[in-house]
């Protein structure tokens, strides 16, 4: 039997720290850490969450923000133009790549549609992202 690992990397629990650190502080760096709206527009309101049903984007309590989810409201989306989520992730990424655990790499549709696999005993990568990556 084999096992993989799939990491995705789209979004984050709403319990996670980075998370609960931007609820705590909607304006400070790790608001920037996902992906928001100072207003819901007319636009916001078209974007669903297409595999959950209902509006994609959720008020941030107490603010007149709102947070970007495409799955459930508790699954925050990572804004991956943010250069120190990024390298976060890559490190995450290759946390485990180093631990010679295959795994696969689920990026997020914005990024690429591409599915990162790696597996530790061939040392590949297959994506756009693979010069970020260390291998």
Same mark, same amino acid.
């Given at each position: ?25 909607p ?9 928001s ?9 078209a974007?669903t ?20 989810h495409? !799955?459930a *409201?508790?699954? #925050?989306?990572?804004?991956w ?6 390298? /976060? =992730?890559y ?5 485990? !790549?180093? *631990?010679?655990f #295959?795994v ?5 549709s914005?990024?690429?549609? /591409? =599915? ?5 005993s ?6 756009d ?7």
């Amino acid at each position: 039997m084999h096992l993989i690992m799939d990491l995705v990397v789209n979004h984050c629990s709403d319990k996670h720290e980075w998370f609960q650190k931007a609820l705590a502080d909607p304006d400070g760096p790790y608001a920037g850490y996902f992906i928001s709206a100072k207003e819901k527009t007319a636009r916001h309101q078209a974007i669903t969450a297409p595999n959950f049903g209902g509006p994609a984007w959720t008020k941030v309590p107490g603010t007149n923000k709102y947070y970007l989810h495409t !799955f459930a *409201k508790e699954q #925050p989306d990572l804004n991956w133009e943010n250069p120190v989520v990024r390298k /976060k =992730i890559y490190e995450m990424i290759n946390w485990w !790549f180093e *631990k010679a655990f #295959p795994v696969s790499v689920s990026m997020p549709s914005s990024i690429s549609r /591409k =599915i990162l696999i790696f597996h530790p005993s061939r040392r590949t990568v297959m994506t756009d992202l693979s010069p970020a990556i260390k291998c």
